[in-house]
């Protein structure tokens, strides 16, 4: 992802209210806003994030009607069209599909929507909890790894925000190319006819991950970092002769041990905040890939229809990197964990005195169970999840496949 320069920066400063948090502020204090700033944009753009202002501002109700306008032209609008031209062609299994898909995947989002405002507090705990002093860098190696951190979060969030604008952009001119014989969106309404005139959960774990980091080196290092903080104490007057270099060691692997607590808190508080729209979300996007299959199949001389060819591939490629994303981050999560157990292991404990070893053992029994966040408790978010899901969906569309032959 590509930071602009301090000269570029200062030339471009009046843009600062209107684009993403970290675009053009420094990165120095390392703020955790600069991980979920792109993530928050897209949901204050569109409307979607929590009403923080008071009932009797005007802007409350501005933010209010904008909010009910967005969700009046892209929920409630479209989907009465949706489920009317669902019950008009239901005998016929490829038109089911065809408007199905959309349908459905839809339908996961507004549930999603409606789950991220009903766990407003939860989702503000996480915000909050993200500037806890265990996450805060305390060596010039944490600073390297939180950036890298935050650079990836970005860049996820941003390129695949474009891909999806891309997959609407081909959808809007798709009708162009079919003579306005199709919409991007099959819908009818009771009243008219409309082909007649007129008619953003990885973030955190992604933080998560780099948390993970940043305690495995502390443990594969903890005797550098123990003479780092005795030389510190020495240099800001706090250094006490009686205490012995393994005081500091103890010091530096009980801050592990606590950083570890709080690593393992935050993951059960994302689970809690969104497991059960990532359950949904499962569930949904296996009948959803497969009815996107089923599209394809129905497309008559698809070589005459290569804008809306386009846009289901388009639409497909989006729905698989999005529980891509989720699974992929999931797995690095789980296997990041298993790694700390190995870190611990790597460090100089043979150097240290049996007390100081002792809570080596301690957190080595605790990494026994590696972290990991599920999906309602039903689905494990890694990469072997992906591949069943996969499995099922190819499933479910060859069962559809012989329905519709």
Not at 6 to 25: D, H, I, Q, T, W
Not at 29 to 49: E, Q
Not at 207 to 231: T, Y
Not at 321 to 350: H, N, R, Y
Request: some cysteine.
């Amino acid at each position: 992802m590509i930071i602009p320069n301090e000269n570029m920066k200062s030339k471009l400063a009046f843009l600062s209210p209107v684009v993403p948090y970290g675009v053009f502020e420094s990165w120095e204090d390392l703020n955790p806003r600069l991980y979920h700033a792109v993530h928050i944009y897209w949901l204050k753009f569109y409307g979607m994030w929590f009403n923080d202002f008071s009932p009797k501002s005007i802007k409350f109700w501005v933010q209010m009607m904008y909010t009910l306008i967005v969700l009046w032209l892209v929920c409630f609008f479209p989907g009465t069209g949706e489920v009317v031209y669902l019950l008009r062609r239901r005998e016929n299994i490829g038109d089911v599909a065809e408007g199905l898909y959309l349908f459905l995947s839809e339908m996961y989002t507004y549930f999603k929507v409606a789950v991220f405002w009903l766990n407003r507090n939860k989702v503000i705990e996480l915000l909050k909890y993200l500037h806890c002093e265990e996450f805060k860098p305390k060596e010039p190696e944490h600073r390297d790894m939180i950036i890298k951190s935050i650079k990836s979060a970005r860049f996820v969030m941003t390129y695949y925000s474009t891909m999806c604008v891309g997959a609407v952009s081909v959808g809007i001119i798709m009708p162009l190319t079919e003579n306005f014989d199709i919409l991007p969106t099959n819908v009818e309404y009771p009243f008219f006819n409309v082909y007649q005139t007129p008619a953003y959960e990885a973030v955190y774990i992604h933080h998560v991950i780099g948390q993970i980091e940043i305690l495995a080196f502390n443990l594969r290092n903890f005797e550098v970092l123990a003479d780092r903080q005795r030389k510190r104490d020495v240099a800001e007057n706090k250094y006490i002769e009686e205490y012995k270099p393994q005081y500091y060691v103890r010091s530096v692997l009980k801050d592990c041990i606590v950083h570890h607590n709080c690593i393992i808190r935050y993951v059960s508080m994302i689970e809690s905040a969104f497991s059960l729209a990532s359950a949904l979300q499962f569930m949904l996007s296996v009948m959803v890939l497969c009815l996107i299959g089923i599209q394809f199949l129905s497309i008559e001389n698809p070589s005459s229809h290569p804008m809306q060819i386009a846009w289901m591939g388009i639409y497909l490629t989006c729905m698989l990197i999005e529980v891509f994303i989720l699974c992929w981050f999931g797995d690095e999560l789980i296997w990041k964990s298993m790694d700390l157990a190995k870190a611990a292991f790597e460090g100089p404990w043979m150097n240290s005195d049996r007390k100081s070893n002792m809570f080596i053992i301690i957190f080595l029994e605790r990494c026994k169970r590696p972290m990991r966040l599920t999906a309602g408790k039903i689905f494990t978010l890694s990469l072997d999840t992906y591949t069943v899901l996969i499995n099922w969906s190819y499933k479910a569309f060859a069962v559809m496949r012989n329905m519709k032959k």
